[in-house]
């Protein structure tokens, strides 16, 4: 735990509300960077984030609120980056890049910083001049409802650096929250961002009146093709590495819950668009960021750039970005997935 320091939070979302928690749990204070002096007054006064997770509450001292970017970053000697993936840059640009390089960062993110093809540590690195040995990614399945009801979840970490991991994993183990940790931090990240962009396609089949049974045959595709894109992204990063075990909850543990699940904020965006909602008005009535409607676009760039195929991530990248019809896309999937 010494090794973390003191804590901060970037973001004040569900899921980084859901990890303060767990956080406090472990009786850890910390300084959270909120957007607003209204949100930063209401948790003083209420003990409770104003517009996520209200079931969540927090002991008096617990956490430090703040609008005051910069000092987050200057008093942390570990920070919880957890700003949606289309706002992350405009959140980085905020402080100077040389506070950004000081703290350790554990990425709650889950995909692609818009028009830049990157993932976060990646982006730290090309912009910042950081040390993306300091850097460790959380993937699941865990959504932060249940964690806010204390139900049993599971976290995996990412990172090069096994002992920051590692430590980084056992802050936040608690009777409600199972953790493990490997080093594959492109190939986890890449797995997270992918997930969110089927759970897209999985409400739209949904929507569509698909049944469980093209479901299943659905999701399994989509596993292949998950695992397909990693294995070979990992093997031109790592040649002569084993390859991780892709088994696991990490990568078909949380693409699983992401598709079926009534909590996935994915899958709901997807069910509206499959029912026939435009983007923009089932962005609208969600009033929530679905990372897998920007994941989409990112991943396109990032398969084109690798050389990498993604036939199924292709055809909802279609219907989110290029105004195909979800009907049209799932008619030619039908066939090919089988």
Partial sequence: MALLGNIGIIGNGSFGTALTKILTDNGRQAHWWMRSESAVDFLKEKHHNQSYMPGIHFAPGAVLPTTNLESVLEQSDTVVFAVPSAYAADVLGQADAQLWQKPNIISAIKGILPGTGRLLNDYLAHNCGYDIGKYVA??????????????LSYLTFSGLDNVLTEAVAGAFATRYLRTTFNKDVWGAQFAA???????????????????????????????????????????????????????????????????????????????????????????????????????????????????????????????????????????KMEGAIG
């Fill in 138 to 151: 959380i993937t699941g399945p865990c959504h932060a409802e249940e964690v806010a009801q204390e139900r």
């Fill in 193 to 331: 961002v992918l997930k969110n962009i089927y759970a897209v396609g999985a409400g739209m089949a949904h929507g569509l009146d698909y049944g469980d049974n093209f479901m299943a045959v659905y999701i399994t595709a989509c596993f292949r093709e998950l695992h397909l894109f990693v294995e070979q992204h990992f093997r031109k990063l790592h040649p002569e590495e084993d390859l991780p075990d892709f088994l696991t909850s990490a990568y078909l543990g949380d693409l699983l819950v992401t598709c079926y699940s009534l909590h996935s904020r994915n899958r709901a965006f997807g069910l509206m668009i499959g029912k026939g909602y435009g983007v923009k008005a089932a962005q609208m009535e969600m009033n929530m960021v679905a990372e897998g409607y920007y994941a989409s676009q990112g991943m396109m760039q990032v398969a084109n750039d690798s050389g990498i195929l993604l036939p199924i991530a292709s055809l909802i990248y279609e219907v989110l970005w290029e105004g195909a019809s979800a009907r049209d896309a799932f008619r």
